[in-house]
């Protein structure tokens, strides 16, 4: 499985971006796709995550900020981040778990939010 992230950028408090996933390869199997994202000198955290039933999962600093979805028609996730606050700022990662246990990783797309 291969991810292709896309739509970071730089924004002003208060803005919104919306990033994208493209997943190719083998997804017969993938059951949750999600976003994570790391700040320098931070670990890497769980966002938001999307079983393939739809069942949604946020980390509780962008509860009611941030929207995840997915178009399986199109093996495409979606993070639609509104009200974005200084501190999203940080590179954002999807990945894909699928039913044996396996994670996959997609490229880091940057996300900085000025004040």
């Known amino acids: 499985v291969q991810l292709q992230a896309s739509g970071g950028g730089l924004v002003q408090a208060g803005g919104s971006l919306r990033l994208s996933c493209a997943a190719s390869g083998s997804m017969v199997n993938i059951r949750g796709m999600g976003w994570y994202r790391q700040a320098p000198g931070n670990e890497r955290e769980l966002v938001a995550e999307?079983?393939?039933?739809?069942?949604?999962n946020y980390a509780d600093s962008v509860k009611g900020r941030f929207t995840i979805s997915r178009d399986n028609a199109k093996n495409t996730v979606y993070l639609q981040m509104n009200s974005l606050k200084p501190e999203d700022t940080a590179s954002y990662y999807c990945n894909a778990r699928n039913s044996y246990g396996s994670i996959f990783w997609g490229q880091g797309t940057q996300v900085t939010v000025s004040s």
């Open positions: 999307i079983t393939r039933g739809g069942s949604t």
